[in-house]
C-alpha cells in the first residue's frame, strides 16, 4: 500500500538582525502557518546557519529564511524544498545582488519569493502625513506642550475686540496656512502609494487636489479625486499645502529645487512624510525659519536632529522623529504581502 500523504513541513528560521527591524513580523508569520504545523527557529549569535536549527532539512518544502544566509552550503540540503522567502533585512533586493544559493535554488526550478517594494507601509505613511498636515494647521502640538506650562492657551478673547484678533476658541496661527483641510489648495508631488492614499483622503475632505507625477496613468488621478498637474512650477505657485510623496531615489533626490522652495507662496504648510532630500532643505529650512512658511515634518536632511536645533520647538514647526511607517499593522501587512504569493500549504 502507498504511504499516506505527509503533511507539508514549513520552516521560518528568523535572526534577531531581522528582529531588530522587523518586530512582530517573524511571529505572526508563524502564527498564520501554525495550523500547518509550522516550526519557528530563533537566534542571536552572528554568525548562526540554517543548518545549526533545522533537523532532517530534506523534509522541508517551504523555508523561510529571515536575516539568515542563504549560500549554496546553507541550502545543499534543502533537496524537497518547493518554496523559499529569503531577504536579508525585509527590504527590496535585486535578483543580480542575491547570494549563490538563491541562484542554484532558482536554476532547480525552486519557486523563490522574495521582498516586494515598500507597499506595506503605505497607509501607515499617508495616514501619517494626513495627522501631520492636521497637526499643522491647527497647531495641535504646540497647544498640548503650552497648555503644560501656562494658561495662557486657554486666553483666547482680545481686552478689545478687533477685526484680525485672535477670538473664542480660535487657537490657530494666522500667518500660516490654518483651518480646514476642506477648501485647501493641496499640491501633491507623486501618485504612488503613498501619494495617492492621502490624495483621495484629502479630496473625501473636501479639499482642491492637484497632483504631479508623470509616470502614473490617468486612472490614478481619477481614483483619487485629484486633478492632473504636468508642471512642477505649476504645482508650488498654487500651494497652500505642499505636500512631496515620491521615494528617495538618483532621479528623485533634489527633485524640488530651491527656486521651486523660493516658489511657494507666503504662509504655505510643507508636509514631509517621506524623504527629505526630495527637496532643497537649505532653502526650505531658510524660509521656515523666517517665518515665510510652516512645516510638518517627519524627516530630515540630517538625522537625528540635534537636540536645540533651531527647527525644533518653533510655532511653525510639527516634528516627528522619522516613525511614520511603522506600525505593528505595517510590519504585519509585510508578512501578509509574502503569504500572499506562497501556495496554498493544502
Known sequence: MPEPEREMRSIICVHESFDQQWPWSADYWHTCWQASG??????????ARVSQFVRHPETVQRLVLLGFPAESADLAPFTKLDQLFYTPHGYFVPLDQMPDGIHQL??????????????????????????LTLCGLRRIP????????????????????????????????????????????????????????????????????????????????????????????????????????????????????????????????VVLVTRAAIVDTEALYRRVLNNELSLAADVFDSEPVPVGHQLLGRENVVHTPHNAGRTKDANKSWVDDQIARFKPAN
Open 38 to 47: 509550522c516550526e519557528l527557529y530563533r537566534s542571536e549569535a552572528p554568525d
Open 106 to 131: 532558482i536554476a532547480q526550478a525552486v519557486e523563490v519569493v522574495l521582498p516586494r517594494a515598500d507597499l506595506f507601509w503605505a497607509q501607515s505613511v499617508a495616514e501619517f502625513g494626513l495627522a
Open 142 to 269: 504646540q497647544l498640548h506642550h503650552e497648555m503644560m506650562q501656562s494658561l495662557e492657551p486657554w486666553n483666547y478673547r482680545a481686552e478689545i475686540g478687533k477685526p484680525g484678533q485672535r477670538g473664542g476658541q480660535y487657537g490657530d496661527d494666522s500667518r500660516f496656512t490654518n483651518g480646514t483641510i476642506a477648501g485647501k489648495r493641496i499640491r501633491i508631488v507623486g501618485a504612488g502609494n503613498i501619494g495617492a492614499r492621502y490624495a483621495r483622503w484629502c479630496a473625501v475632505l473636501g479639499a482642491d487636489v492637484a497632483v504631479w507625477d508623470p509616470y502614473a496613468p490617468d486612472a490614478t488621478f481619477s481614483a483619487a479625486g485629484a486633478k492632473r498637474c504636468f508642471h512642477l512650477t505649476e504645482l508650488v505657485r498654487e500651494a497652500e499645502i505642499f505636500v512631496p510623496m515620491v521615494p528617495l531615489k538618483e532621479d528623485t533626490r533634489g527633485l524640488v529645487p530651491a527656486k521651486l522652495i523660493n516658489a511657494l507662496p507666503h504662509g504655505s504648510l
